[in-house]
């Protein structure tokens, strides 16, 4: 079985080992999905192995970490109606491409298909899948899943022609948390988000990872995001509440104080969002507690 409607999106950077062995798991998918590979600057190695042991991959080559934005410039090259992104430390289950463009066929107000995570080595699910599952956002009765407020980028399946319209993932924002800003602007394009419990993804985390930087980052983000899209006084709560929650160190400190630094671009781009996605952000705030405190402690 072959399925040309979705190509497969991967950013990376020094994690060559990796990368090699989620691009093994692609080229086995029977999807035989095309593939890019935007090569985030490595030094190790990565883009001479690609091309070496994987020579259809189509790779990228910026010359610098562009992060998030890595996956900007491999959209450019995608000409199926559907990308699918995937992580260099995480890969896609035979059969789930095909069934997250069998629902974008099904449902043509459906902006993205996100997949349950099974941790690797253990075969265990993630523990933000019980929160997919349990999402409180309120969709329509044709949404074949769970509606979602957001979503995560290693786990999506979503239609090229919106994510190019809206923009993409934000260049300010690099990586930590970058998909939130994204979700939400699909919302006021008039998309909806879901979650399919069978459709799966595998992640075995890498250790070639600086997970106080993502966490600072991410909380950075995360107030970005809040005052660029959400109406004062949600943003101010928001903004309150993180301060009390986040861990009282170095990382948290600099990750306020880099977000109000930006505060003139943030006011020059600021662009509150619709009532009715404001009201779907307003329900997913308590339910968020969980995945703030397991997120921004590392």
């Known amino acids: 079985m072959t399925d040309p409607r979705t190509t497969v999106v991967v950013i990376t950077h020094n994690r060559r080992a990796e990368l090699l062995r989620t691009l093994g798991h692609l080229a086995g998918l029977p999807e035989q999905p095309r593939v890019i590979v935007t090569d985030n600057g490595s030094t190790d190695g990565t883009a001479e192995a690609v091309a070496r042991h994987h020579p259809g991959v189509r790779l990228l080559r910026p010359g610098r970490n562009l992060g998030a934005i890595g996956r900007n410039l491999?959209?450019?090259?995608?000409?199926?109606?559907?990308v699918a992104f995937c992580d260099d430390d995480s890969w896609w289950s035979p059969g789930s491409l095909a069934g997250a463009a069998d629902l974008l066929d099904r449902h043509p107000a459906l902006?993205?298909?996100?997949?349950?995570?099974?941790?690797?080595?253990?075969?265990?699910?993630?523990?933000?899948?019980?929160?997919?599952?349990?999402?409180?956002?309120?969709?329509?009765?044709?949404?074949?899943?769970?509606?979602?407020?957001?979503?995560?980028?290693?786990?999506?399946?979503?239609?090229?022609?919106?994510?190019?319209?809206?923009?993409?993932?934000?260049?300010?924002?690099?990586?930590?948390?970058?998909?939130?800003?994204?979700?939400?602007?699909?919302?006021?394009?008039?998309?909806?988000?879901?979650?399919?419990?069978?459709?799966?993804?595998?992640?075995?985390?890498?250790?070639?990872r600086d997970p106080t930087l993502r966490r600072r980052h991410g909380i950075r983000n995360t107030l970005w995001f809040t005052w660029l899209r959400r109406?004062?006084?949600?943003?101010?709560?928001?903004?309150?509440?993180?301060?009390?929650?986040?861990?009282?160190?170095?990382?948290?400190?600099?990750?306020?104080?880099?977000?109000?630094?930006?505060?003139?671009?943030?006011?020059?781009?600021?662009?509150?969002?619709?009532?009715?996605?404001?009201?779907?952000?307003?329900?997913?705030?308590p339910s968020r507690r969980g995945s703030t405190a397991r997120r921004y402690t590392g």
């Open 74 to 82: 491999a959209v450019r090259e995608v000409r199926t109606p559907y």
């Open 231 to 285: 109406p004062a006084g949600p943003a101010l709560r928001r903004t309150l509440d993180l301060a009390r929650t986040v861990p009282r160190d170095t990382a948290s400190l600099l990750a306020f104080a880099e977000a109000a630094a930006a505060l003139p671009w943030v006011l020059r781009e600021r662009r509150v969002l619709p009532h009715e996605v404001e009201s779907r952000l307003r329900l997913l705030e």
């Open 111 to 208: 902006g993205s298909v996100t997949a349950r995570i099974i941790v690797e080595p253990d075969g265990t699910d993630d523990p933000i899948v019980r929160e997919l599952r349990d999402s409180p956002v309120p969709g329509p009765r044709w949404l074949p899943g769970p509606a979602l407020g957001s979503f995560l980028a290693a786990a999506t399946v979503l239609r090229t022609d919106a994510f190019r319209t809206a923009g993409g993932f934000h260049p300010k924002l690099w990586l930590g948390g970058e998909e939130e800003l994204l979700a939400a602007d699909l919302a006021a394009d008039g998309w909806w988000l879901t979650y399919a419990d069978h459709l799966t993804i595998h992640h075995q985390a890498s250790t070639a």
